[in-house]
């Protein structure tokens, strides 16, 4: 069974970082294309950053230089390191495997001075 558990939200001020993590099981992540889509209310779903099997990395333009997708395949797990925040990165953070219809819980990641 396919399942996601994101951890490493929280609040922060403008200019600060945080790492998120996703937990993953059911699948080995280092097989599928792997994504980091967010959504803040009143918006549409965000993908902001895609890991493919390879290691290749690709980036939203709104979060490029900012963001870095990895991976542990020993534990894994997905990450999702974020510096520079701005208030507009506020939204829950979600990992999912491309294709997938199952949904973590998310973890809410809060950007204000």
């Known amino acids: 069974q396919v399942q996601f558990v994101e951890s490493g939200g929280g609040s922060v001020q403008p200019g600060g970082s945080l790492r998120l993590t996703c937990a993953c099981s059911?699948?080995?992540?280092?097989?599928?294309?792997m994504t980091w889509p967010r959504q803040s209310p009143g918006t549409a779903r965000e993908r902001v950053a895609t890991?493919?099997?390879?290691?290749?990395?690709f980036y939203n333009n709104s979060v490029k230089g900012r963001f870095t997708v990895s991976r542990d395949d020993g534990k894994n797990t997905m990450y999702l390191q974020m510096n520079s925040l701005k208030p507009e990165d506020t939204a829950v953070y979600y990992c999912?495997?491309?294709?997938?219809?199952?949904w973590g819980p998310g973890t809410q990641v809060t950007v204000s001075s």
């Open positions: 890991l493919a099997p390879g290691g290749a990395t």
């Open positions: 999912q495997k491309y294709g997938s219809t199952t």
């Open positions: 059911g699948f080995q992540l280092s097989d599928d294309i």
